[in-house]
């Protein structure tokens, strides 16, 4: 079966810190691969979406960059945080075409202080 | 108008009792949607999917309505355990890759 590991749980950084946000996925090859973030009392929000190996599509303008190294390794990252970079950090993977369902990691809470 | 939207609620409702939360769509080709249940400072898990015929899933139905563009989750003998952030998602025509979710409904279950 499918499994998708995502770490850390919590983060706390200083503003102007960098970040590194990994996910994994096992049990499946060639997944779409999705990061989103999750502000208190807010909606999910789409930030990075990737359809296979070095292909990454940003939704939004943002402090933040991925890449996939590896056909199911998902990286989040930032050079320098800022303040509005707090917030629930989730990756996700969906299957191939017809298959629309996303299931997601147990996310990273990150705190920039 | 949003592309999802959703009454935030908080519901409060009694243990045994009888709850239902409406989602409407802005996306009229929109294909395929979707109950998800988000616990406290979890991440969200899909609850089940949403056919246009209806569907049903022990306690709990959902229901699609494209002329009026909305769905419905239907949640019947609540049980404590219940109590979470019940989010809809729509997958819009269109958009192969990409899911667009409300913001969810806090569902709350008192003994």
């Known amino acids: 079966s499918q499994t998708i590991h995502q770490w850390p749980a919590t983060l706390v950084q200083p503003v102007g810190s960098p970040l590194s946000l990994e996910c994994t996925v096992e049990g499946t090859s060639n997944p779409n691969l999705y990061w989103y973030r999750q502000a208190a009392g807010r909606g999910l929000q789409l930030l990075f979406y990737?359809?296979?190996?070095?292909?990454i599509s940003s939704e939004v303008p943002q402090n933040l960059s991925a890449s996939r190294p590896q056909d199911r390794q998902f990286i989040l990252s930032s050079k320098k945080l800022l303040l509005s970079d707090s917030g629930f950090y989730l990756c996700?993977?969906?299957?191939?075409?017809?298959?629309?369902?996303?299931?997601f990691g147990s996310g990273t809470q990150l705190s920039v202080l | 108008r949003k592309e999802v939207e959703q009454d935030p609620g908080p519901f409060n409702v009694p243990e045994g009792a009888t709850v239902a939360f409406n989602c409407t769509y802005s996306?009229?080709?929109?294909?395929?949607f979707f109950w998800y249940r988000q616990d406290c400072r979890k991440e969200p898990k899909l609850l089940m999917s949403?056919?246009?015929s209806g569907n049903e899933d022990g306690r709990f139905t959902a229901q699609l309505n494209r002329a009026s563009q909305y769905i419905s989750l239907l949640i019947r003998d609540s049980k404590l355990s219940d109590s979470a952030t019940y989010l809809c998602?729509?997958?819009?025509?269109?958009?192969?890759?990409?899911?667009?979710f409300g913001k969810g409904t806090l569902l709350t279950v008192n003994p």
């Open positions: 996306n009229s080709a929109s294909q395929s």
């Open positions: 996700a993977w969906r299957g191939g075409a017809g298959d629309e369902k996303l299931f």
């Open positions: 949403v056919y246009s």
């Open positions: 998602v729509v997958n819009p025509r269109g958009s192969n890759y990409k899911l667009t």
């Open positions: 990737s359809v296979g190996i070095g292909q």
